[in-house]
């Protein structure tokens, strides 16, 4: 059984910086690609960031430039860096990875959530 458990969520002044992580693990064959989503009351999941295999990154538009993405290949982490926050980054971010289990089938998983409030 694979579990993501995110951690590094709070509560931070407007142009603070807080630091997210997510662990992966269980039995898997590799992680194909780790990310971050968010969603605020009201609003729809939106992608944060996202990382491959390969190491290319991708951000949200809302985030460019603030925020950054980066894994820890060995410990099965993935880090969100969140720098120059805003009270819009205020919600629930959500990590998410596509895993190959023991098959190889790739299968998307969720952690179940951390709370990032961001005061003005």
């Known amino acids: 059984q694979v579990q993501l458990v995110e951690s590094g969520g709070g509560l931070v002044q407007a142009g603070g910086s807080l630091r997210l992580s997510c662990v992966a693990s269980g039995r898997f064959f590799s992680i194909n690609a780790m990310g971050w989503y968010r969603q605020a009351p009201g609003k729809q999941r939106e992608l944060v960031a996202a990382i491959g295999r390969g190491a290319v990154a991708a951000y949200g538009d809302s985030v460019k430039g603030r925020f950054t993405i980066s894994t820890d290949n060995a410990k099965n982490t993935v880090y969100l860096q969140m720098n120059s926050l805003k009270p819009e980054d205020t919600a629930v971010y959500y990590c998410?990875?596509?895993?190959?289990?023991?098959?190889?089938?790739?299968?998307?998983?969720w952690g179940k959530g951390t709370l990032v409030t961001v005061s003005s």
């Open positions: 998410h990875a596509e895993i190959s289990d023991v098959t190889r089938r790739p299968v998307d998983y």
